[in-house]
């Protein structure tokens, strides 16, 4: 069993930046596959990233291409969302998963943090 903490969401003008991270505690995150969903009010959970077991793979939302950066720290059980220039549209419940493969937690993840609200003025 893998408990996923999110942190790092808040409240910002567009334009601004803010790091989420999602610490995960039970079992290490080594071995898995990591990911960042968000849901919008009204609308679908989607994927925003993910980043296979060693970071050889990173997956983007051409809706966040160029402005967010995953990265992860397996010591440390850890993973991160950098995000830059953030747009009105980015405002949303922020949700860490994991997975076994990176195939899986873009899909079908296996765990899920409580989320983390991102809310992004204009």
């Known amino acids: 069993q893998v408990q996923l903490v999110e942190s790092g969401g808040g409240l910002v003008q567009a334009g601004g930046s803010l790091r989420l991270s999602c610490v995960a505690s039970g079992r290490t995150l080594s071995p898995y596959a990591l990911g960042w969903f968000r849901q919008a009010p009204g609308k679908e959970r989607e994927l925003v990233s993910a980043i296979s077991l060693r970071g050889g793979t990173i997956y983007y939302a051409d809706s966040v291409k160029g402005r967010f950066t995953i990265s992860r720290d397996n010591a440390k059980n850890t993973v991160y969302l950098q995000m830059n220039n953030l747009k009105p549209e980015d405002t949303a419940v922020y949700y860490c998963?994991?997975?076994?493969?990176?195939?899986?937690?873009?899909?079908?993840?296996?765990?899920w943090g409580q989320g983390t609200q991102v809310t992004v003025s204009s």
């Open positions: 998963a994991s997975g076994d493969t990176i195939a899986i937690v873009t899909t079908t993840p296996r765990y």
